[in-house]
């Protein structure tokens, strides 16, 4: 089905690998359609409950951009890929499903911008991360210097975009760029175990978590309201119901995303 992915569907979880290891993974103009077209299917298909996003070999999740498509481009092609890459990011961002980076290694450029768009981030312990841009006279333009900003504050965004450096797997994790660091063998196994765990919870509430959370970051909302208005709308749902019923019988909620 994809030229540039792998997917795999299990216990009603998608593992979407990154897939052109040739090229240390790295994103280019087909891939970022298929990236658009997989994150369809997560947001359509109900037996997807969650997903994650990894890449192919132990080097590399995305080492950056396909340079090559760059050479040709007009500032008008170049603001329509941006604005391409922005929209799939911004749907991965606001999935309602949750949606996690297992960074399997070098995450540069436009694979830290996938890994900073997902709703966090589990690395190995030899994972890389940077937006390396301006080495190529360039910016991050997949919301990069936007999400790496929120994630770890303007200061420390500004020093690894303006130096390029790289930030090690532990490094990013002191940073707040990182949740967890751990070996390449168990960085699936945590990615799973953690999916697994929040599929147990009620699925509209993990929706409703994602979207105001999203809205404490954005400027045009008034996140206190929205939370307001999300906590309101939970009373109208059978999970509520559900929840409240099992808690007080002392058993486990049977949540059915109603």
Do not use: Y
């Given at each position: 089905m994809y030229q540039t992915l792998s997917t795999q569907l299990d216990n009603h979880i998608l593992i979407i690998t990154i897939n052109r290891p040739d090229k240390m993974n790295a994103l280019n103009q087909l891939m970022m359609a298929e990236l658009g077209l997989v994150v369809d299917e997560i947001y359509s298909n109900k037996d997807i409950k969650g997903a994650i996003f990894t890449g192919a070999g132990e080097k590399a999740f995305v080492a950056g951009a396909d340079i090559s498509e760059f050479l040709s481009l007009s500032p008008k092609q170049g603001e329509e890929l941006a604005k391409s890459g922005h929209v799939?990011?911004?749907?991965?961002?606001?999935?309602?499903?949750?949606?996690?980076?297992?960074?399997?290694?070098?995450?540069?450029?436009?694979?830290?911008e996938l890994a900073m768009a997902c709703h966090f981030r589990i690395a190995s312990d030899n994972a890389k991360f940077g937006q390396p841009e301006v080495n190529l006279g360039l910016i991050p333009g997949y919301g990069g210097t936007q999400r790496l900003t929120q994630l770890v504050g303007k200061g420390k965004a500004l020093e690894l975009m303006m130096t390029a450096d790289m930030l090690t797997a532990h490094e990013a994790q002191s940073w707040g760029l990182v949740n967890h660091v751990v070996t390449q063998a168990e960085?699936?196994?945590?990615?799973?175990?953690?999916?697994?765990?929040?599929?147990?919870?009620?699925?509209?509430?993990?929706?409703?978590?994602?979207?105001?959370?999203?809205?404490?970051?954005?400027?045009?909302?008034?996140?206190?309201?929205?939370?307001?208005?999300?906590?309101?709308?939970?009373?109208?749902?059978?999970?509520?119901q559900e929840g409240a019923e099992a808690f007080i019988q002392k058993r486990k909620a049977n949540f059915t995303g109603e």
């Open positions: 799939v990011f911004h749907r991965i961002e606001n999935s309602p499903k949750p949606i996690i980076a297992a960074v399997n290694g070098f995450a540069l450029g436009g694979g830290c960085l699936l196994p945590k990615a799973l175990s953690i999916l697994q765990k929040i599929q147990t919870k009620a699925p509209l509430a993990i929706a409703r978590v994602v979207k105001c959370v999203n809205t404490a970051l954005d400027k045009d909302q008034d996140g206190f309201e929205t939370e307001i208005k999300e906590f309101a709308a939970s009373f109208a749902t059978k999970d509520l």
